[in-house]
């Protein structure tokens, strides 16, 4: 169960789009059968929001501003017209279907300069 | 409105048990799988458990043997028992929903630390 590979940390400034990388392998993000990679949101203090599931769903209520996609074994998730609001850890993760579980990415800290 | 409330958590020495409950309004609760997630102090998000709503269940490797996950589908509440505590189990944990293999609403999170 070894976590997903994500970048410490990715910064843009305001209106520019920026794409964060999850890197996994066969078993979680590449798997042929399942396609459950999903986003979360987090600002310091708060409570983990989901912002993308099944790679590229949106729930109700969240910006098209985040979208997700996955080539092979490596997830994204690309905010564009950056804000000041996005300023947040982003985590991904993928459900493991042989074994059952789900892994988490390390997380990236997005800074808005 | 969706409203998960953990509680249960608190100091406890190293070897020390500890239950967590989570209580559910708001929704179906027995038609929807559940979850404990948990986030260390400073550190990334972690799962632990699973339960589906048929009540089989799933674990990280981290906590097999140690940790139960169970639910009361008519008192709307789900708990996680937690036995042989460790130091590296210290973390704020989530109950949270699952839908479509993601975990969509999440509980405020109660805190765990384990220390002598």
């Known amino acids: 169960q070894s976590a997903l590979t994500q970048p410490a940390s990715v910064s843009g400034s305001p209106g520019q789009s920026i794409t964060i990388s999850c890197g996994g392998t066969?078993?979680?993000?590449?798997?042929?059968?399942?396609?459950?990679v999903s986003w979360y949101q987090q600002h310091p203090g708060k409570v983990p929001k989901l912002m993308i599931y099944e790679v590229n769903k949106r729930p109700s209520g969240v910006s098209n501003r985040f979208s997700g996609s996955k080539s092979g074994n490596t997830a994204s998730l690309t905010i564009s017209g950056l804000q000041a609001e996005d300023e947040a850890d982003y985590y991904c993760c993928s459900f493991e279907g042989t074994t059952f579980y789900w892994v988490f990415g390390g997380g990236t800290k997005v800074t808005v300069l | 409105e969706v409203q998960l409330v953990e509680s249960g958590g608190d100091l406890i020495q190293p070897g020390g048990s500890l239950r967590l409950s989570c209580a559910a309004s708001?929704?179906?609760?027995?038609?929807?799988?559940m979850n404990w997630v948990r986030q260390a102090p400073g550190k990334g998000l972690e799962w632990v458990s699973y339960i589906g709503s048929g009540g089989n269940t799933w674990y990280a490797d981290s906590v097999k043997g140690r940790f139960t996950i169970s639910r009361d589908n008519a008192k709307r509440s789900l708990d996680l028992q937690m036995n042989s505590l460790r130091d590296d189990d210290t973390a704020v944990y989530y109950c949270?929903?699952?839908?479509?293999?993601?975990?969509?609403?999440w509980g405020q999170g109660t805190l765990v630390a384990v220390s002598s």
């Open positions: 066969t078993s979680d993000i590449g798997s042929y059968f399942y396609n459950f």
């Open positions: 949270a929903r699952d839908q479509d293999y993601a975990f969509q609403d």
């Open positions: 708001g929704l179906n609760f027995n038609a929807y799988h």
